[in-house]
């Protein structure tokens, strides 16, 4: 089956401090893969994508790659700012046979000052 | 040009009743997704149109319906009520064609249906 495992939250951190969110999947057939981002009131938005193996996604200073080897597409920032503070989503999407979109659970990030 | 938008912003309707909901998507956009999201999770994919057809469905019962209209708006459908109903309602456009699985899905700010 298709499915996504992604961290669990919070993540506390510093200012400035580097960011690792761990998300890995499980799919048939040759998936795409994203990651979209809640901030606070406001609605999901995609932050990168990659739609094939060894592709990097960036946006923003987040970066993720995606690792067929590993099944893996860890997202991560150099220096993370207050601004950053939300919740991070890691999905996929593949269509073998008919379309599914799947979505992990989110991790909440909370940068402190 | 307008995103994505959803109607009613909340709704509270009771166990049995039958409900609604409304997304308009974004101009241009020919696929239309729906999610439900509960209270501190991921959302779960419903089914997607494209072109007035569903053309993928997740791991929900044949009481969830939907329709596309060709002016860019759709409905979401529940019948027949359960508490565990209760949650966040996405929808999602999309640019492209049939199971275009590298697509950009732009959401909505959701409906949030409770079930008492």
């Known amino acids: 089956g298709n499915s996504v495992t992604q961290m669990e939250g919070p993540v506390t951190l510093s200012e400035e401090a580097f960011l690792t969110i761990n998300c890995t999947y499980t799919a048939t057939g040759y998936p795409s893969l994203f990651w979209y981002v809640q901030y606070p009131g406001e609605g999901l938005q995609l932050l990168l994508k990659a739609t094939k193996a060894d592709d990097k996604g960036s946006n923003k200073g987040f970066e993720a790659t995606y690792r067929k080897e590993t099944t893996s597409f860890h997202l991560e920032k150099g220096s993370v700012q207050v601004s950053d503070s939300a919740v991070y989503f890691c999905?996929?999407?593949?269509?073998?046979?008919?379309?599914?979109?799947?979505f992990g659970t989110g991790t909440r990030l909370k940068v402190l000052a | 040009e307008t995103g994505v938008t959803q109607s009613p912003t909340h709704l509270i309707k009771t166990r049995g009743q039958q409900v609604t909901l409304r997304c308009s998507s974004q101009?241009?956009?020919?696929?239309v997704s729906w999610y439900q999201q509960a209270l501190g999770q991921g959302p779960q994919f419903i089914f997607q149109y494209y072109r007035e057809e569903e053309n993928g469905r997740g791991n929900f019962p044949p009481r969830f319906s939907g329709l596309q209209f060709p002016n860019y708006s759709s409905e979401l459908n529940v019948n027949a009520l359960e508490l565990d109903d209760s949650a966040l309602y996405l929808c999602?456009?999309?640019?492209?064609?049939?199971?275009?699985?590298?697509?950009?899905?732009?959401f909505g700010p959701g409906t949030r249906l409770t079930v008492l």
């Open positions: 999602a456009s999309s640019p492209g064609g049939l199971a275009v699985s590298t697509d950009t899905q732009y």
């Open positions: 101009s241009g956009h020919n696929t």
């Open positions: 999905a996929l999407s593949v269509t073998s046979g008919t379309y599914k979109y799947i």
